[in-house]
């Protein structure tokens, strides 16, 4: 059901997010890179390098509509001002458009900031929610990202300070990009 989207990701040398790669398909609401659209064509996320050795700044974000033959109907980069690198990470379609989850950092040396776009059916972006911090400690780390009803639900961790021991993090945003809620608590999610 996906081949013509992957066949496009490996034409064109997309780089997808290997964490969120197992929600594609999902009847779950999980932001995935490669999402089915009700037109029954795709949209694709992912991350473009130009080849060669890794350099800093070069990264863009990218989402492709394709057609259901996988035929490109629009391709556009959504990088930021304050950041140097990026991983697009996943979307998930709304009934006007699509939320897009970008990984954008302020220096490669450090943690992503979380950003959330939401695009029209088009492509036009409608707003980019961050949430707080610059990728080091008190900067959360949403591991899962999903649709709720009329919000997106965000779990993950976050550092409460320079000591690399991670907490539990929750939160939720609204489709018109408020963050609803910001919980730090709970035991290391990863123990």
Same mark, same amino acid.
């Given at each position: 059901?996906?081949e ?24 779950e ?5 490669? *999402? ?6 795709? +949209?694709?996320? $992912?991350?473009?390098r @130009? @080849?060669? =050795?890794?350099? *800093? $700044? +070069? ?5 492709? =509509? ?5 035929? =490109?109907?629009?391709e556009k980069?959504?990088?930021?001002p $304050?950041?140097l ?10 009934p006007d458009? !699509?939320? *897009?989850y970008i990984?954008? !950092?302020? %220096? @490669?040396a450090?943690g ?5 776009v ?5 492509? $036009? ?7 707080? /911090?610059?990728?080091r400690? %008190?900067? @959360?780390?949403p ?11 965000l779990? /993950? %961790?976050?550092?409460?300070?320079a000591?690399?021991?991670a907490? /539990? ?8 990009g408020? +963050?609803?809620?910001?919980?730090v608590? /709970?035991?290391?999610?990863? =123990?």
């Open positions: 059901m996906f013509p989207a992957r066949r496009y990701v490996k034409d064109t040398d997309l780089a997808l997010y290997s964490y969120h790669t197992k929600r594609i398909g999902n009847a609401g999980y932001l995935a890179p490669i *999402v089915r659209t009700r037109d029954g064509g795709f +949209v694709v996320v $992912g991350t473009r @130009p @080849p060669g =050795k890794y350099r *800093v $700044g +070069v990264s863009r974000p990218v989402v492709a =509509k394709l057609d259901a033959s996988g035929k =490109k109907q629009w980069d959504y990088k930021a $304050g950041f690198d990026y991983q697009a990470a996943s979307a998930v379609e709304l458009g !699509y939320i *897009v990984l954008s !950092y302020v %220096h @490669p450090r992503s900031v979380t950003r959330l939401r695009l029209d059916s088009g492509g $036009g972006k409608l707003w980019d929610t961050r949430l707080r /911090g610059e990728g400690d %008190h900067t @959360p780390f591991q899962d990202v999903r649709l709720v009803g009329n919000a997106l639900t779990e /993950g %961790h976050i550092y409460k300070d000591s690399d021991t907490y /539990g993090w929750r939160g939720t945003v609204s489709l018109d408020k +963050v609803l809620t910001d919980e608590g /709970g035991p290391n999610p990863y =123990k």
